[in-house]
């Protein structure tokens, strides 16, 4: 028993460009969160409330993707999911098509807590929502000024995408220069069709092992930027976004459709548990092996206080920390 | 990707059979009564041996396993027999919001499809999402929109909505309310005592003789589920999943199936524990709690099994050799079928 470990993420797939204030940003709200979390443990909350409350914290701030400064939808809304596991019991819960519910995750932690389902998505999920007195806001909180922005973008790249050949106009000139240099066979970073300056970052999450040694994950999304009305992705699709049970505990970033694919969090943990990987290697051999021609990231936890990530992606924001005083915070 | 796909599979599952075709289907796993009576019975084995000839023609006609298992689900869909398409289950408003999920084991292509109310066969929106949208998974009014989009066949409500329907939405808001009550005798047994289809799903997996396999699954989902309510079938890797080593389309409690990733699991103790399909398959039935799943699936190498630990499940299954089957409680009771061989 190595005692408790947190990991939380913030999105993978990274502009190699972003300013060094962004970065600087990014890093501060992980650390905040990361401490948050470790104060929680250290006091013994279990680990499917401490995933629940670290979530919380990265929906509320803005910088990442998720709650408020989520990705826009083709119309311009905000359509919000997430998804929690309780690793004890395997118990979990999900929510997708929200668009007035402050902290998803915590909408998806009454679904398991309080319902007799699972997953509950659009009108229902709000109407439970009501049901229920969660924190509601106007869908105008969760827009920001720059994502709306970046919608704009996006619809013109897609627009003429299917020409790789041609400048996008408005796209920051150093991915775009990176392209040229060869990054990509379709001449430029790309994330989910999108060049990767314009592509905001999907996803938060966070996982966690407790001082029992119960692991529970959980990871909230506004999905991809420009998306169809009621796309749903990998985030609230418990075995592809989000896994826990006995064994380890997992969240994951990246091309939604690509995870989907893959089963991607319910594969590290059943790689661990019937083909007898550490947690490292089944992180490993899931990103290289299982993900189909995709990109994307995870953090992952085990019930023996390990702590892992792996990423394809040109970055990742993430951190962990654990009982014996480590901790880091990373985007490359 | 796919290479060295069978040299994890143990000796037994391919000594069971040689390479071939093999088709599977459900029409639901769930408490089915054994004194379910004959006029309930017979159009519902009626149904299956129609939907397994169909799809058996299909495959001796070289169809590829991705087309087989729409056109059988899709049949599956329209009987009223079962809770999918027309004859879905109701909602607690008294509305229907039918799912589908499709997979093609050779590039984990997949496409899935919730909260449908007019589409009248939920499995072919699922497959053109797959095949026509940068996305898997759309759900309700962004569904909705991609299938007129589309031009698929869309019919009023009440196209889907069945007396029979109707009727078991009463008797289970009526159990509900009784159920709280403790002081009042609780009046027969309810859901199941008219129980045939109401926990019911469709699927259907196939594979080819090149081994190339596909899943398909659709629903109506839960009687008196919540508005918004999303279950096992839409959601690959719990009820409906497709790789190189086999085909599971699941069916039962779905909130079980979930977390039990039940689908993918079969697959994974192919994968990464080398177990063969029957064994891969009974060791996740055993481990999901009693009386809550069923799956049928087949392997790349055309074995087939079709296990549950509900009282009964829909099934029928046929391979190339010349076996097939038409069940709905387990083997020797109250007389399965033998389906004659052609």
């Not at chain 1, 909350?45 to 701030?61: K, N, P, S």
């Not at chain 2, 809770?83 to 039918?98: C, D, I, P």
């Not at chain 2, 759900?139 to 029979?164: K, L």
Request: glycine share 12%; hydrophobic share 40%.
């Amino acid at each position: 028993m190595r005692g408790w470990a947190i990991a939380v993420h913030g999105g993978a797939g990274v502009d190699p460009c972003l300013p060094a204030v962004r970065q600087e940003e990014a890093r501060r709200v992980l650390s905040r969160c990361l401490k948050k979390g470790a104060a929680a443990l250290q006091a013994g909350l279990t680990a499917v409330d401490v995933v629940e409350m670290v979530v919380r914290e990265l929906e509320t701030d803005p910088v990442f993707n998720s709650g408020r400064g989520s990705a826009l939808t083709r119309r311009g809304t905000v359509e919000m999911e997430a998804s929690i596991m309780d690793g004890r019991g395997r118990r979990c819960g999900a929510v997708s098509g929200l668009s007035t519910v402050k902290n998803p995750v915590s909408l998806a932690r009454l679904v398991m807590d309080r319902s007799p389902h699972s997953y509950l998505v659009f009108d229902g999920a709000e109407e439970f929502a009501r049901e229920q007195g969660v924190e509601m806001v106007d869908n105008s909180y969760f827009i920001t000024e720059e994502n709306v922005g970046m919608l704009k973008l996006a619809k013109e790249a897609n627009s003429i995408m299917f020409d790789y050949r041609v400048p996008i106009p408005g796209v920051d000139s150093c991915s775009a220069s990176a392209g040229l240099m060869g990054a990509t066979a379709e001449g430029g970073l790309q994330m989910n069709g999108l060049p990767i300056s314009m592509y905001a970052p999907e996803t938060v999450g966070c996982v966690v092992v407790d001082n029992n040694g119960w692991c529970a994950a959980a990871t909230s999304t506004g999905g991809l930027m420009n998306k169809m009305s009621g796309r749903i992705g990998d985030s609230p699709l418990i075995g592809s976004g989000t896994y826990a049970c006995d064994v380890c505990a997992v969240s994951c970033t990246g091309e939604g459709e690509a995870i989907i694919r893959s089963t991607l969090a319910r594969d590290v943990a059943a790689l661990m548990e019937y083909k007898g990987l550490s947690l490292q290697e089944a992180v490993d051999y899931a990103i290289k092996e299982r993900l189909d021609e995709g990109k994307a990231g995870l953090i992952a936890v085990s019930r023996n206080g390990e702590v892992a990530y792996g990423f394809n992606t040109v970055g990742m924001f993430r951190g962990s920390a654990t009982q014996d005083g480590f901790m880091e915070v990373g985007i490359w | 990707m796919t290479s060295g796909s069978y040299s994890h599979q143990s000796k037994s599952a391919v000594r069971d059979r040689r390479m071939g075709w093999a088709i599977a289907l459900h029409g639901g796993a769930g408490d089915i009564p054994l004194s379910l009576p004959a006029e309930r019975r017979a159009p519902r084995e009626a149904a299956l041996r129609h939907c397994l000839e169909l799809g058996v023609a299909a495959l001796k006609a070289n169809r590829p396993p991705l087309d087989v298992v729409e056109l059988v689900v899709r049949e599956l869909e329209n009987s009223p027999c079962f809770n999918a398409g027309k004859g879905s289950v109701l909602t607690t408003n008294g509305t229907v919001e039918m799912e589908a999920c499709i997979m093609d084991g050779n590039t984990k292509k997949c496409g899935a499809v919730s909260g449908l109310s007019t589409v009248v066969n939920a499995i072919s929106l699922a497959r053109l999402v797959m095949e026509r949208t940068p996305h898997i998974y759309l759900a309700f009014d962004g569904a909705e929109a991609f299938a007129r989009e589309q031009g698929v066949e869309t019919a009023h409500s009440s196209h889907f909505i069945t007396p029979e329907n109707v009727e078991r939405l009463k008797n289970a808001k009526e159990a509900k309310r009784v159920q709280i009550d403790y002081t009042q005798p609780i009046k027969g047994a309810i859901p199941s005592s008219i129980g045939d289809s109401q926990i019911g799903t469709v699927g259907c997996v196939a594979v080819d003789g090149h081994g190339i396999l596909a899943s398909a699954t659709s629903t109506g989902g839960l009687v008196n589920k919540m508005v918004g309510r999303i279950g096992d079938t839409p959601i690959i890797g719990a009820g409906t999943y497709a790789n190189s080593y086999c085909a599971v389309s699941a069916t039962g409690k779905g909130e079980s199936i979930i977390q039990a990733t039940v689908a993918r699991d079969v697959a994974a103790l192919m994968e990464y524990k080398g177990l063969s399909l029957k064994e891969a398959a009974a060791y996740v039935i055993e481990r999901t709690p009693k009386g809550n799943v069923g799956l049928v699936a087949v392997s790349a190498n055309g074995e087939v099994t079709m296990p549950f630990n509900t009282t009964g499940m829909f099934r029928a299954c046929a391979t190339e050799d010349g076996y097939s089957e038409i069940g709905i409680w387990p083997s020797g009771i109250n007389g399965d079928l033998e389906y004659p061989n052609k």
